[in-house]
């Protein structure tokens, strides 16, 4: 069905009978493996779409900014964990949420983090803090054999109002699998070697953090969770074409769009002009490397139906240029001034971060209203 | 001088100082040319910016959004040019500015949409209109040869509620030169090329429309401005890194800037983590095919001064990687937990554009406020 008419483009699109379904799949295969998931709202951003992952189970949290703790603490939530490393600069915003009973938890890797915070003032209940695992050299953490992984961990299980409560690890190298079996062998590198970071804490004699690994690559195709205690994952929510030439999901899953209106016709360039540019897909190019590779995406009708020899071959600020992958001509008549399609983005977290809103549609294409994000990084005053 | 202690990161600094100097050597050149300039406020995005164009003898203005047209017109600007190609749908939003005076005209380069003009129901004044033509293959419009480009004119001409006002051109293909000569040799090509489309349609009997050319590297390197009306450019107020590896600018002029702080150490890496990532730069890479190649931005200190030997060479949502151009190890010592550093961003467009507020600054660091930036593509409702 095509998509209310009254939308003004370029806009974002959210598909809530995707975004549940997605939703759902995930909750279920975690339910089974027996393992609590804490879905990671940095690709969401919305309390509208944590609400859903509620309705399946999910009682624990992850953010990516401090903005995004404080807005979901003003719509309820509770037990979040920010999950980029913490300084003590930041520690106020996180102590104004725990004073409130939010239960914010933090996480480091370095010993001069760590000593700050011992010495921090922390009222409230003492800070969880986590210490982030170096899985694959993809972003930052400690090896789980550094000397340092130990000190770290004593500094904060000494410190009076620090509690050691995890380890936890991303493995963001997934992203660059080109194989199933590749992603995972890689879920399995990242659950052991964060479980070993764990068990070296003990063997120092230290209470056993809880361990917590997770990438939506990881979560979906791993084969094992021994010793698990919770798995973090976001982008499964929406998928996109990075995720689908990964091969973890299919075009058909994508709960969000950004639909874009033919403004112009350059056919001596063969090339349909779009009004959403590099501002409104954002310019993430990550499917570069991949086989499959769309340039700035992939495109559908207006039914959601993928029309396969179109891509978007670039972009610049307000503008997107779209060809065949084949060379062949394009058929103008199909695509007139003022017809819309829908751009499924390489990258939903980069995506949706350009847009203030989300136009949620059921499967029919009826409007159903409005969702906020919440974009951005200073403090949410409600 | 150190930037205020008390902004949170990461966050877009404005450096006023470079801001209204820059401003200033572009209004001084086009003055003694002879030739207006239309500043293009889809990079600043922000009325108190305008504002200093306009003390500087800007009385016309581009923008690239009907969101930032709202703005400024609900803010006092008039004699504004929507320089993408408009479509039927959007000409609803356009006339609703016309009847209150504002004047924006506006883009087109297809015969549909010109007949689409013709026959729509126009209130007000006639609607302004300039045929964009393609100077370079860089993104659209007409070539100034083809037939179809006297079709349009005439169709336009020929409207009761249109008025054929200009030719239009963006020389963006200047954004590839790899030396200032090429750029001087592009920015000819661009009036060269518009003033031919002006003139085939005078030879074609019609009035002759205005000539509207330009790009910040072309609007900087031009040498002949010969039967140019006006001159449009954006970035300049701001300047890049782009900017500067093409030679047009220096990095001590860049006048915005993304405050980060160092959030963890990666010794075995040899990487400073900020918090500052792909949302809070953009993941442009437009600097990937420079010679002076800097992955995602380079490094200054809180003075400003630039860290020649510091790149960010990588970023995912959240995190941005720092490491040494020539492999040196990082002083860690330099660099501690907490302390901030400015990245000088690829693209000023696309990095202001993931921030809604700009932290002003003067020469000195003394905190001068914030102004609003005007994002996204929805109605503007003051």
Redesign the interface.
Known sequence: MPLPADL????LILHRDRLERNIKAMADRFREIGVPLRPHL?TAKSIDVARICAEHGADRWTV??LREAEYFAAHGLTDILYA??????KLDRVSALNRKGVDVAVC???L??AR?LASATIDGPPLRVFLEI?VD?H???L?PD?ARLIEIAQTVHDADRLQLFGVMAHG?ESYSANSLAKIEAMAEQERSTTVAAADAIREAGIPRPIVSVGSTPTAQLGRSFDGVSEVRAGVYMFQDVFQANLGVTTLDDMAVSVLA??????P??N?L?L?AG???L????SCATQENDCGYGFLADEDGKVIPNLTMEGV????G?VTTRDGQEIDFTRF???SRLQVLANHA??TA?????YHVVDGQGVNLGEWRRI?????YNK
Chains 1, 2 share one sequence.
Not at 8 to 11: A, D, L, N, V, Y
Not at 353 to 357: K, L, S
Not at 375 to 379: H, I, K, L, R, Y
Request: glycine share 8%; with cysteine.
């Open positions: 003004e483009t370029p806009c940095k990516s900014t980029v490393s913490i300084i003590p600069s480091l890797d370095t001069e983090t700050a170096d050299r972003r930052t953490g090896r550094e963001g209106s033919v403004i112009s016709h350059a001596h360039l090339r002009i009004d590099g501002l409104a954002s310019k993430d190019r610049s600020q307000e503008h240029y007139p001034i003022g977290c980069m971060a350009a847009h203030d809103t974009n951005g990084w200073n403090t």
